[in-house]
T-cell receptor, first 108, second 114 residues
Framework: AQRVTQPEKLLSVFKGAPVELKCNYSYSGSPELFWYVQYSRQRLQLLLRHISRESIKGFTADLNKGETSFHLKKPFAQEEDSAMYYCALFSGSEKLVFGKGTKLTVNP | DTEVTQTPKHLVMGMTNKKSLKCEQHMGHRAMYWYKQKAKKPPELMFVYSYEKLSINESVPSRFSPECPNSSLLNLHLHALQPEDSALYLC?????????????FGDGTRLSIL
């Protein structure tokens, strides 16, 4: 069964510090992975997807098939990065499977 | 128009009422989705419509009845809901179904069952 694990429910860092939000997945085929972000009082929105290999708002994520991971990283966190982050797996059906989410707080 | 629009934003209803949630997109997307999101939890898939046909029903109780009248519109008809159905209901769309396309979400309808 497809599964996405985000081991940290809460993550707190100081402004300017590096941040890494962990995501591990379980899927036997070739996964398509996404990071979605939900800022306070805003809609859930796509942050990035592994296939596009781009950097959005300074965030990057690399798919590691050997470790079945898709961790989200940013070298210097900003206060406006505080939000709920969901890792999601698209498994080849029409379903998007979400992890339980990590709430990131960036302190001044 | 690059948004998914949901109405109403808030809805309070009794357990015997019948109401409908509406979702609209004008991006030409051919897949539309309903999700349920409880507080501090990830969205849970309820239904998927592909090219206006219901393709996935995640064993949702029959008191929730989806409808896709055309490619831009998705409704969720509610009847005889239970208090545990109180949640944020999200609509999403993607360019094509099953095509690894990112989903675009609406703001949701916050539903409270009295």
């Amino acid at each position: 069964a497809q599964r996405v694990t985000q081991p940290e429910k809460l993550l707190s860092v100081f402004k300017g510090a590096p941040v890494e939000l962990k995501c591990n997945y379980s899927y036997s085929g070739s996964p398509e992975l996404f990071w979605y972000v939900q800022y306070s009082r805003q809609r859930l929105q796509l942050l990035l997807r592994h296939i596009s290999r781009e950097s959005i708002k300074g965030f990057t994520a690399d798919l590691n098939k050997g470790e079945t991971s898709f961790h989200l990283k940013k070298p210097f966190a900003q206060e406006e990065d505080s939000a709920m982050y969901y890792c999601a797996l698209f498994s080849g059906s029409e379903k998007l499977v979400f992890g339980k989410g990590t709430k990131l707080t960036v302190n001044p | 128009d690059t948004e998914v629009t949901q109405t109403p934003k808030h809805l309070v209803m009794g357990m015997t009422n019948k109401k409908s949630l509406k979702c609209e997109q004008h991006m030409g997307h051919r897949a539309m989705y309903w999700y349920k999101q409880k507080a501090k939890k990830p969205p849970e898939l309820m239904f998927v419509y592909s090219y206006e046909k219901l393709s996935i029903n995640e064993s949702v109780p029959s008191r929730f009845s989806p409808e896709c009248p055309n490619s831009s519109l998705l409704n969720l008809h509610l009847h005889a809901l239970q208090p545990e159905d109180s949640a944020l209901y999200l609509c999403a769309s993607s360019q094509v179904p099953g095509g690894y396309q990112p989903q675009h979400f609406g703001d949701g309808t916050r539903l409270s069952i009295l």
